[in-house]
């Protein structure tokens, strides 16, 4: 299995993120539901975007190593965050768990997630080589 990163020179090239991904071959499809700032206790990390985003990260990679994947196998991510908080805190936060590793992404502000207290929720879509 193939990924190639779609990136025309039409378009803005950003180092965080591609602007689309082709998958070839055959590929085992991975689908991580939503995930928050929870921790393994059932509570969120903290009340700030980042601690929160750092841990809904950290959700994300412990589903995908459970399918054996990892971040360089995501071909696209959705980030919801709800409405008035800063999309750059949770960015800054996300390169210390995720690292450069670009994916296709989009970023919603919502009224808020589910969850009381949650600010941010995280699910994404992996590709796997059979």
Do not use: C
Request: a neutral charge.
């Amino acid at each position: 299995m193939k990924l190639t990163h779609l990136n025309p020179d039409t378009l803005h090239r950003n180092p965080a993120f591609s602007q689309g991904i082709a998958v070839e071959g055959t590929a085992r499809t991975i689908y991580v539901g939503g995930q928050n700032g929870t921790g393994a206790d059932g509570n969120l990390v903290g009340s700030d975007l980042g601690a929160q985003t750092e841990q809904a990260l950290k959700n994300v990679l412990e589903v995908l190593k459970a399918a054996g994947a990892s971040q360089k196998d995501v071909v696209k991510m959705t980030i919801y965050l709800a409405k008035d908080q800063d999309a750059n805190a949770g960015f800054a936060a996300s390169q210390k768990v995720w690292g450069m590793h670009p994916t296709t992404i989009s970023v919603l502000m919502i009224e808020r997630p589910a969850r009381p207290g949650a600010l941010v929720e995280i699910e994404v879509v992996a590709a796997v080589g059979a």
